[in-house]
């Protein structure tokens, strides 16, 4: 976990999911610098959070085409092939942030966040939950938090009910998710890639599963799962699930030196 206590009370733990970003603001004396002017529901202030010296940012969704805001679905840090090169480029630690967006996603690497709150001081005296340790690594935090403390792999999926498909689809993902973080915790690199693979190939809408398989692809996966990951990415149709997929395999491509034809 990084020792950046802004980073580690706000975006660590997705504390502006449901939030708004309100504003981008490129500073003039220091265009490298990026402020977003985010509100938060959960407290119901405003906040400006300041990336200095930014590698890299990039937006999928036009400002223009945000109404009175564009919310956020969670924060995410990721560890990506881009990342690796700047740094070697820079010389120095950065951080590589993703703000999942309910039209798409903002991306910005960077050294350095500062957080302050219009109208009063930010206070980093609130304690981090023990479940919110690996959040950074991993897509989402779970809707199901039993399943970190139980074996996922125990739970039958025939026997999942609920008060309808789309419930019983919700516990399905919560439980494929679960079994890839376990695997993940407890390093069994033949098994996790077999588990990705194996969920990265499903078509029923498991969410937050897939994606968190198509990330762990990216971390342990070989260059035969580059065609796979190609059909993927070519029948996916959100902006940010296209991202991740070419997430994981620029980072294939990066530790097996294999470069795009």
Known sequence: MPDDK???????ISYFHDGQIKE??????????????IYSCHD?????LRFHRVQHFECSTPVSCWHEGEEISGTVFKDTALL??????????????????WTGY???????????????????????????????????????YFYLNHDPFQVDLASI????????????????????????RNGNVPDIVAQARSIAAKTSG???AELYATVLLGKHGSPQ?????????????STIRKRVILDAMELIQERTGRKNN
Not at 168 to 173: K, S, V
């Open 6 to 12: 802004g980073i580690r009370k706000f975006l660590w």
């Open 24 to 37: 981008i603001l490129f500073a003039t004396p220091k265009p490298k610098d990026i402020t977003l002017r």
């Open 44 to 48: 119901g202030f405003t906040y400006l």
């Open 84 to 101: 690796h090169r700047l740094q070697k480029e820079e010389g120095t630690p950065l951080y590589h942030l993703r703000i999942s967006l």
């Open 106 to 144: 903002l991306d910005a690497i960077f050294p350095r966040v500062t957080i302050r709150r219009e109208g009063g001081r930010v206070s980093y005296k609130s304690e981090i939950p023990p479940e919110a340790v690996d959040w950074g690594n991993r897509w989402c935090a779970p809707n199901c």
């Open 161 to 184: 009910t609920g008060d309808d498909s789309a419930k019983r689809d919700e516990q399905i993902d919560d439980v494929l998710w679960a079994r890839l973080y376990y695997l993940h």
């Open 206 to 208: 498991y969410w937050h």
């Open 225 to 237: 799962d580059l065609p796979a990951l190609t059909v993927h990415y070519l029948c996916a149709e």
